[in-house]
């Protein structure tokens, strides 16, 4: 049964339908990362101004009876603000502390806006600031506390996600363009060498269009090795007369001894120089194109043919790329005849991709960025929960393993920022012997995990050590106790979190389980991924972080439901990288 027309190889099928296709899923990749981007940062700054409003209330609270505090006392109340200052209903400052700026101390809200709490900013109007404002009840009547947070960061990400927005999708509209313009043009060439085919052996049958053409220059090289008493003209004139009308590329003859026999108009255009009247040398018919030169002079030294390669010459119009490719013609006997040049103008094709190369990297960029993003997140979470033990117990001998771990935190945050970018290269790495278990015990203290437990269970017979990169490790592992105490928060179960180092066949395996709701059924098969997330304020980057992280050290990951409820998370190490 033949096969329908639809299903055959057509490189004029191909060229119109594939190559816009795949372009426009690059378009459409490289503006969902820049969007995905803005969200994410849309995300913290919706998070930075819910801490605002919550210290703003605290405050609030504090100052509903009794006398306007003092300065001092406003600043105790909320040292991490940049500003506290307490307000009426017209915008009068009564008591503040710290530096609010020259406009209004109420911004843009009025009215209801007041009545309720509300934060705004950082924003073209806030500047680098979230500001919070908070009604506040008291005998004198109505007036409002007003708290600022510093959000430089956040502010110099917001204004970056805006830049990459307008960048980006304007390269991608110009690349569409540019496809869909010059699309005719790149398949008039094969159009014009199929209709000539078409003339000289007929409509094909069966045959797809490339193996129809093919067959039929197989049949004009046929012609070259048939006797001169069967046809007495010359095959390369027979050669000449039937592709040299029929290429839109550049075409060029050269005998046996190096002579240039005859050139196409495109390639005459393209070379900038008139055919030639009779046979000349190739180094002299090309001596201002040395490298072309070159290239046909060893061709026809070695009787061989040329793979693709491509050249740079100097014309009128500037340095132009060509690709150029050498076909040796042969007779019956194996006897090289001469030789068929062929060569195209890639200098628009290179200008393309190279703009296509500049859309990929604004989209890696924006993909790292938020890597950074959501690393440096949850090292300041742990930062924060412990000073908060410090806080809460200043007079502890503990204090000072507190004030070791924030500063072992600090340095994490110095090594995110000098590695990360380089993190995809494996020699970015500091192998080392690992303590598997010391590293799971830090992770399991991180006081950013609110207060969930985490028991730790290790088999006495599995290896302990291993030749990997600790902070690396202790990255993948926090990653994984921060979304299973996050899973377990959203349904309110109070279970611990369980870990086991255990041996297995050939390989040491450390499971986390939890009691939270499971792995969403949405994306399930697509949380490697970076920017997909199960979670309404997730960035959608812990699990595709922790995924590279394994596979850097020769591990797998794997996420499955547990059977009573909740999800695990298997690490899987060969036993070879613990030797």
Sequence with gaps: MTPSRWFRLGLRREASVLLPATLFLLVLLSGFAVLSYRSGVQLLIEERQIEASTLARQVASTLTTGP?????????????????????????????????????????LQGPQLAQTSAIGPDSQMGPVVAAFTPLDRDEGSQVVRVDLPAIQLDRQRRTAQKLLWVVLPVDVALMGLVLLFL????????TLLQQARTLGGEPGDEDEVTFLISTVERAMESLREPKVKDPE?????????????LESGFLLIDTGGMVLTVNSVGSELLEIDPPSEPIPVAVYLAHHTAVSNALAKAVDQATGLPRQEVLIDTSQGSRLLGLTVHALRRDDGAVRGHLV????????????????????????????????????????TLRG??????????????????????RESDHLQRVLEDFLAFARPETTRIEAVNLVQVLRRAAADPALDGKTVEIEVDDSSPQTLQGDSQLLERAIRNLLHNAAEAQSVIGAEDPIRARLRHASHQIELVIEDRGPGLPESVRERLFQPFVTGRADGVGLGLSLTHRIVTLHGGVVELEDRPDGGTRVTLSFPVDVFE
């Design 342 to 381: 062929l060569f195209v103008d890639l200098t628009e094709t290179q200008r393309l991709a190279e703009q296509e190369q500049l859309a990929m990297s604004l989209a890696h960029l924006g993909e790292l960025a938020a890597g950074v993003a959501h690393e440096l997140r949850n090292s300041l979470a």
């Design 184 to 191: 005719p043009s790149l398949i008039r060439p094969f159009d």
């Design 386 to 407: 412990y000073l908060t033990l410090i806080e809460r117990h200043p007079d502890q001998e503990s204090i000072t393993d507190f004030l070791s771990e924030i500063r």
């Design 234 to 246: 010359d095959d390369i004139a027979v050669l000449q007369r039937t592709l040299a009308p029929s």
């Design 68 to 108: 306007l505090p003092s300065e001092a006392m406003l600043h105790r109340r909320a040292p991490r603000a940049r500003g506290i200052a307490v307000i009426d209903n017209q915008g009068n400052l009564l008591v503040s502390y710290g530096d609010f700026g020259t406009g209004s101390l109420l911004a843009s």
